[in-house]
């Protein structure tokens, strides 16, 4: 069993950074995938960025390329997400998740496990 709290969101201008942090419990934290999800509103949950487990293979939806980096912190039980050049249309619900696999099974909401509660991610214009 795994729990995610996630934090570090918050109201940012467009061109801003925010650094989302997710603190994860459980001692097999480091044999696990973690992803980032986010949600807006009348949209569906779509995948954001993933790690496997050593942190050597971060993945990326193609609009977030070059601007959000995924990492982790094994020895802390932490994944970070750290998003730059934010765009209005970032704004989100933002999840934290984990895969009970070293590497992402899949990008889709079924290939991870464990969900945090979210963080909210305003860009304004």
């Known amino acids: 069993q795994v729990q995610l709290v996630e934090s570090g969101g918050g109201l940012v201008q467009a061109g801003g950074s925010l650094r989302l942090s997710c603190a994860a419990s459980?001692?097999?934290?480091?044999?696990?995938?973690m992803g980032w999800f986010r949600q807006a509103p009348g949209k569906e949950r779509e995948f954001v960025a993933a790690?496997?487990?050593?942190?050597?293979?971060?993945y990326y939806v193609d609009f977030v390329k070059g601007r959000f980096t995924i990492s982790r912190d094994n020895a802390k039980n932490m994944v970070f997400l750290q998003m730059n050049s934010l765009k209005p249309e970032d704004t989100a619900v933002y999840y934290c998740?984990?895969?009970?696999?070293?590497?992402?099974?899949?990008?889709?909401?079924?290939?991870?496990?464990?969900w945090g509660q979210g963080t909210q991610v305003t860009v304004s214009s």
């Open positions: 790690i496997n487990w050593s942190g050597s293979s971060p």
């Open positions: 459980g001692r097999t934290f480091s044999s696990y995938a």
């Open positions: 998740a984990a895969s009970e696999s070293r590497y992402p099974s899949s990008y889709a909401l079924s290939g991870f496990s464990y």
